[in-house]
């Protein structure tokens, strides 16, 4: 009662015209933000994405060329993509993210941002963020021995990259990284080979 109540008091104070319209939206929204994953989830049950199981940050830290991704909006037409990480005194990792519209030579698009690992016992989970205070998901699923390589995603499957120290990667390497993508659960038809 008290929601309804206040609710009541909201409506007065800004003088809503159809407030019961108002209150069914909020209604729906509240109930499509709970039962629409449980539906999904349900549907189609897939394994929780696993992480390595330690990552030394110093040594992740570096130039990464992209070798591979699940495309988004924020990428569209670029390519050449580098992610360059440097571990500042706080302990947090400035982000510098760069690509180049539809050719290796087309004009660089420049991401800023930041990061900070989220479990500290793995440090294989970090969130990061270029818009403050959006934060996404950036989970280290695998990575070379060497840290040669590194496969980056998340718990949603939104998210998927192939990392290289190099630009390119053997085909023996990508075909052995892809084939465990599968078995976590990526649909392997979005994912987008850049080279």
Same mark, same amino acid.
């Given at each position: 009662?008290?929601?309804?109540? @206040? ?6 104070? #800004?003088? $809503?015209?159809?407030?019961?319209? +108002? =209150?069914?939206? /909020? ?9 629409? %994953? ?9 394994p ?11 040594r ?5 060329? *992209? ?7 924020? *990428?569209?037409?670029? +390519? ?23 050719? %290796? ?9 930041? /990061? #900070?690992?989220? @479990?500290k016992?793995?440090?294989?989970? =970090? ?5 403050? %205070?959006?934060?996404? @998901?950036?989970? $280290?699923?695998? =990575?070379g021995? @060497? ?15 192939? =990392?290289?120290r190099?630009p390119?990667?053997s %085909?023996?390497?990508y075909? /052995?990284? $892809?084939?465990? /993508?599968k078995?976590?659960? #990526?649909d392997?038809?979005? $994912?987008?080979?850049?080279?």
């Open positions: 009662m008290t929601f309804i109540g @206040d609710f009541r008091d909201i409506v007065r104070k #800004y003088g $809503i015209e159809n407030p019961g319209t +108002v =209150l069914m939206k /909020a209604y729906i929204l509240i109930v499509a933000l709970f039962a629409f %994953p449980s539906i999904v989830t349900g549907a189609q049950k897939l929780d994405i696993k992480t390595v199981d330690y990552v030394d940050i110093n992740y830290m570096g130039t990464w060329y *992209e070798v591979a991704r699940i495309t988004h909006w924020f *990428e569209k037409g670029l +390519v050449s993509c580098t992610a360059n990480y440097k571990l500042l005194d706080n302990g947090k990792v400035q982000v510098l993210n760069t690509g180049h519209r539809r050719t %290796p030579d087309g004009k660089i698009k420049l991401a800023r941002g930041k /990061a #900070y690992v989220a @479990d016992q793995t440090n294989a989970k =970090l969130k990061v963020t270029f818009f403050w %205070p959006f934060y996404g @998901d950036y989970w $280290i699923i695998e =990575l021995k @060497d840290y040669e390589y590194a496969v980056v995603g998340g718990p949603g499957r939104k998210y998927f990259w192939v =990392l290289s190099t390119d990667m %085909p023996e390497v075909n /052995a990284i $892809i084939e465990k /993508a078995a976590q659960g #990526y392997l038809s979005k $994912i987008e080979k850049m080279h």
